[in-house]
């Protein structure tokens, strides 16, 4: 039963636009959830979060919607650059039910950002 | 350090053989987090130890699974009597303390490889 899921496996974009990966999830109790990039043989560093109680949280490049009621996010990259190019998980954990610690993740968007 | 360290890297094993992967956490962080992916997979968490609180074995996929970590320091997750599904990237991953505001850093993890 995946719970988070991240249904386009990969994604090309040029550098320079927009690049949107999305998520959506099943489970209503999450109301924490996370993007992690993964670089090949590194392990998975945090990007950026958002709490329910929010819809948008921005930094720099980076913004993360959430639409609770879809039970979906995305995470937008803009500018993309071809740093940017990386494997991006979703992740989600549900403080209310006591598993604030433990993350669930979605498979995983191969996005490659081209010249 | 300065990040967590996982050892050794890659591990093959012949199927049966029991297998122990070690997890050196940032120093100072509280909290510490074993995850396992397997190929085309999201990670998938196997357990959580916080201070000295009883760990968060849950995930644990069966009983040939256990993990230890002694006080704050190094765990080390032990597969007694491996089998080919167990072949995966282990990770391990750390944070300050437990819950939904405190980012976990990863090792780069151990792929494991059961023949």
């Known amino acids: 039963d995946q719970q988070v899921k991240q249904n386009s496996p990969s994604l090309s974009v040029q550098e320079g636009r927009i690049s949107i990966l999305n998520c959506d999830y099943t489970n209503s109790m999450f109301d924490y959830f996370l993007w992690y990039k993964k670089y090949p043989a590194e392990g998975p560093t945090f990007l950026i979060s958002?709490?329910?109680?929010?819809d948008k949280n921005e930094d720099g490049r980076f913004t993360v919607f959430l639409n609770k009621s879809a039970k979906h996010l995305s995470l937008h990259i803009v500018p993309s650059q071809p740093g940017d190019s990386a494997v991006y998980f979703c992740?989600?954990?549900?403080?209310?039910?006591?598993?604030?610690?433990?993350?669930?993740f979605g498979t995983g968007t191969r996005l490659q950002v081209t010249l | 350090g300065a990040g967590v360290s996982q050892s050794p890297s890659n591990k093959v094993t012949e199927k049966g053989k029991d297998v122990e992967l070690r997890c050196d956490p940032i120093s100072g962080h509280t909290a510490l987090y074993w995850y396992r992916q397997r190929l085309g997979q999201g990670l998938e968490f196997l357990i959580y130890f916080q201070g000295n609180s009883a760990p968060d074995k849950s995930g644990l996929p069966s009983d040939r699974f256990s993990a230890e970590r002694t006080g704050e320091s190094v765990s080390t997750l032990t597969i007694q009597r491996t089998q080919q599904e167990d072949s995966a990237v282990y990770l391990c991953a750390s944070s300050f303390a437990g819950g939904p505001g405190n980012i976990q850093y990863f090792g780069a993890g151990t792929r494991l490889s059961v023949l």
């Open positions: 958002i709490s329910s109680i929010k």
């Open positions: 992740a989600a954990s549900a403080p209310r039910a006591g598993t604030a610690s433990k993350l669930t």
